[in-house]
């Protein structure tokens, strides 16, 4: 997965939005106010892409165990979080189901009100 392809499926997700809120190099993905995605540019530029996402905890054990490129989150709380290493060796189909799980696990974190807003939303 290139930094194209991540940045248009992140955005592409109901209700996202992006920022900058630690610095200009780390570039978080957002549904209703929380993160769910964040990533250093300069380590794309760098050709060591990697992104952090949020996990169910017994499922990021799992995958940890499973995937040498998956680690406990840089930076983060590592129960809840994992960098994900984009050297090429996952599949972009599974990189997106990694993204698609910590946009919901954020998404249901919501409240009803803020979930109800953004599902009314026309993408």
């Not at 570039?27 to 106010?33: C, E, N």
Request: glycine share 4%.
């Amino acid at each position: 997965m290139n930094l194209e392809t991540y940045y248009e499926y992140c955005l592409s997700k109901k209700g996202v939005s992006e920022h900058f809120p630690f610095d200009e190099n780390t570039l978080v993905f957002k549904v209703g106010g929380k993160m769910f995605a964040l990533s250093s540019l300069s380590q794309w530029e760098k050709n060591e892409p990697s992104v952090n996402l949020k996990c169910d905890p017994e499922r990021a054990q799992e995958l940890r165990a499973e995937y040498d490129e998956i680690k406990p989150g840089f930076h983060m709380s590592k129960v809840h979080w994992n960098t994900v290493a984009l050297n090429g060796s996952l599949s972009t189909a599974f990189v997106r189901e990694l993204i698609d799980h910590s946009y919901e696990l954020v998404f249901k974190s919501l409240t009803k009100k803020i979930q109800n807003e953004i599902i009314e939303l026309e993408n």
